[in-house]
């Protein structure tokens, strides 16, 4: 009998407020997963979120998470789920967040949570400060009175009571359902510490114990400024036009179509098109771009961007879930929730890793008694191990790691959207490019023409009948009206260059108007038929192309140009030349990529051999593929990737969707403002930029460096506190010095990602 499925709307998320670290969180998606009506539950450590599947309640997933008295709420109420948050506020070290979608949040609400956040900071610090005191009050009374005396021992144990209560009542929890995590490992250690008389380590040891997990949760804290960062961009309110009358509103109210204006100096509040006004525009939040952009009426402008100069009436064009840098912060966020292959390896490790150490634990304490060694000293070498196996760092090493990496990602604009491609990126071996709006900027123009024989096939008067001395301006009043009803890329260059030049295109009736699809146009003015198209049409139609004709038009493809014809039956009138402008950067990334060592650059292209060939020789690829349909792209793929391994393809996002889906890591150029970009390729280059894949491999591959040097590091010094039980010289303090230690050097190591800049 097969189980139903729950449908996505029974998928609900979270946000979780009081996460200490990595391991709780793991407890408490299983706690989550045991609850009654709750079919699957996923925890988002670096988002502070939990999306379950099923039915449970706020107080069904609170009580769930009492054993670190974790606060649950819905990430937002009364919209549709699925749908991106985008407003954070952060206090200390817990973080609560708001979404827009979120009805009714009053000041009084936040308020509250405010003063709910700050009571348990205080509350945290008040119990490890209190314990602190009673500890040093029990060393002076320890050198005044003696070890053994009354007065110490109950100071020392006031300290390990106060400093370790929450900790002994999940451990002594975690024990009875034999669930053997660090907390079970410390609860052991103290209490055992405790039994032999050790009061004084043991109190150290829940001191630095409750350090250390302060000290996890500033640095997740830490790395999850760069998420908020990119939260708190947007404003909140913004001021609305609207039957004449201007008005500031909350952006949840804003409409589309609704006209704000933005003065100089302030950020836009909302995705939507410039109905009014010219300005420079900042907009490195979102594509990581340092220079201003231009905007003017019937450009693009986005939420989070900083208005430099002029007055700007923007027209809403995007409800405030929807806008860009609110599809940015949730993808960012469901990023951190992919478990990279080094995390994914790390929790496995770990549950295997803490039975282990339990098991020598007691190897250590037991064996060498039963063969004349001394109970209580190898008791205490035994709680030693116990304390140094914790894996605090072990475990924060590589989500820390992954979270300041994808963080700092976004804020130059690249959105990697998870652990996963950030460890594929510094793994590729070759990458594919597409050509136009890729390498080349997309927008082609009419760089140069040539008229053959006008006077032969077209009339020598103008559209109005009189005579001209220029019977070109005649054809190319034809050629554009013929373009004018292409929907071709090229057509569009065409048809701005018969405007530029004021030929009367539009004057010109077309009768009997035919796409002939991968060759060109044809139509009928005045019982002439013209045809518009490449050298491939005029071969079907077998008219030839002069010696002068076939040498200008092999110039110009040898130059990277893209040729047009233009003729009759009885032969060519013109030759014109559409160039698509390089991309600036397009030769420094590739350059950048060999570099860094991925030797092999192919460009894949559906332009004929000789345009394609001369943008190679422009950008420094090393392989050309032209002439291709994009299933030809697709086959390529899968070749390169039978032959590299690691390979990423580089596109719009549309219509090179195939390639992308079968590369390793799918890239889409210019994901702002792109939907289609953010939703199907695996990384993002928010701007227009291909300098940013450089800076994004590297970027991947310190990463996955730093998670490699923690791990190594974070097994490493266990191993070498551990092997100190040979020669008896494992304490306490060294075990728990060491756990600390290691804890605080695989933090900041990891931290180090959040400096990362993309270089020019």
Not at 215 to 234: C, F, G, P, T, W
């Amino acid at each position: 009998m097969t189980e139903s499925v729950p449908s996505p709307e029974q998928s609900t998320v979270y946000r979780v407020e009081g996460f200490t670290c990595a391991n709780c969180a793991g407890k408490f998606e299983r706690n989550v997963k045991r609850l009654p009506g709750v079919v699957d539950a996923r925890v988002n450590f670096g988002a502070s979120k939990i999306t379950v599947v099923g039915s449970a309640t706020v107080e069904d997933l609170e009580h769930a998470g009492a054993f670190e008295k974790l606060k649950v709420r819905p990430e937002r109420s009364k919209r549709e789920a699925g749908k991106p948050s985008s407003d954070f506020e952060g206090t200390g070290s817990l973080s609560v967040a708001v979404a827009p979608g979120e009805q009714h949040v009053t000041a009084t609400d936040m308020g509250e949570r405010h003063e709910r956040i700050k009571q348990s900071f205080l509350e945290r610090h008040i119990i490890l400060l209190s314990s602190a005191l009673f500890l040093l009050i029990g060393y002076v009374s320890l050198f005044a009175n003696g070890e053994h005396n009354v007065v110490t021992t109950l100071l020392f144990a006031a300290s390990i009571l106060i400093g370790g209560a929450s900790l002994f009542k999940t451990g002594l929890q975690n024990l009875l359902r034999l669930e053997f995590d660090m907390r079970t490992l410390m609860t052991v250690a103290i209490i055992g510490a405790a039994i032999i008389g050790e009061w004084a380590e043991g109190a150290v040891v829940v001191i630095l114990f409750a350090f250390s997990e302060s000290l996890e949760r500033y640095s997740m804290d830490r790395a999850r400024q760069s998420i908020r960062s990119l939260m708190n961009i947007a404003p909140r309110e913004a001021l609305v036009r609207k039957d004449g009358h201007e008005m500031t509103k909350r952006v949840e109210d804003i409409e589309v179509g609704d006209i704000i204006i933005v003065k100089p100096g302030q950020k836009i509040a909302m995705d939507g098109i410039v109905a009014s006004g010219r300005s420079a525009v900042n907009q490195a939040a979102i594509t990581g771009e340092s220079v201003p952009v231009d905007k003017s009426i019937g450009d693009e402008v986005f939420a989070g961007t900083l208005n430099e100069e002029g007055l700007l009436e923007v027209r809403v064009t995007k409800l405030v879930d929807d806008t860009t840098i609110a599809k940015i912060i949730h993808l960012v966020e469901e990023a951190q929730g992919e478990r990279a292959p080094a995390q994914a390896f790390v929790d496995r490790f770990a549950k295997v890793y803490t039975p282990i150490i339990m098991i020598i634990a007691a190897i250590v304490a037991i064996v060498p008694p039963l063969f004349g060694g001394d109970w209580s000293t190898y008791i205490y070498q035994g709680l030693s191990v116990l304390v140094v196996g914790c894996p605090c760092a072990l475990v924060i090493s590589t989500p820390i790691s992954i979270v300041s990496a994808i963080g700092t990602a976004a804020r130059n604009g690249v959105l990697i959207k998870g652990g996963i491609y950030l460890e594929e990126l510094g793994a590729l071996k070759a990458v594919a490019f597409d050509k136009t709006g890729t390498l080349t900027r997309g927008v082609p123009t009419v760089t140069e023409y040539k008229v053959f024989d006008v006077t032969e096939h077209t009339a020598s008067t103008d559209i109005a009948g009189r005579e001209t001395e220029a019977p070109s301006s005649h054809l190319f009043a034809i050629i554009g009206a013929l373009e004018h009803r292409s929907q071709h890329p090229l057509a569009s260059a065409v048809v701005r260059w018969a405007e530029r030049e004021g030929w009367p295109y539009e004057a010109v009736i077309v009768e009997d108007f035919t796409s002939l699809t991968g060759r060109g146009i044809q139509g009928k003015i005045d019982g002439v038929r013209y045809y518009v198209g490449n050298a491939k049409l005029y071969e079907e139609l077998a008219i030839k192309l002069t010696e002068e004709q076939q040498a200008y038009k092999n110039g110009l493809q040898q130059a990277g140009k893209t040729v047009m014809i233009a003729g009759t039956e009885q032969g060519v009138c013109a030759i014109i030349a559409v160039a698509d402008e390089v991309r600036g950067s397009s030769a420094r990334a590739v350059r950048g990529l060999h570099q860094l060592g991925i030797q092999h650059t192919v460009m894949l292209t559906g332009d004929n051999e000789a345009t394609a060939r001369a943008i190679a020789m422009q950008t420094g690829v090393t392989e050309v593929r032209a002439e291709l349909m994009p299933e030809d792209k697709l086959h390529m793929i899968k070749r390169l990737r039978a032959d590299y391994g690691k390979v990423a393809m580089i596109g719009d996002g549309v219509n090179d969707a195939p390639a992308l889906a079968a590369s390793t890591v799918g890239i889409a150029m210019g994901g702002a403002g792109t939907d289609t970009a953010l939703e199907t390729a695996d990384v993002a280059l928010m701007g227009d930029d291909l300098e940013k894949l450089p800076f994004a491999v590297r970027l991947s591959r310190q990463a996955l460096a730093i998670i490699k040097q923690n791990i190594a590091f974070s097994l490493a010094i266990k191993l070498v506190a551990l092997l100190l039980v040979v020669p008896g010289w494992l304490t306490l303090w060294i075990a728990i010095a060491s756990d600390m230690g290691a804890t605080l050097i695989v933090a900041l190591n990891g931290m180090r990602l959040m400096r990362g800049r993309s270089r020019r």
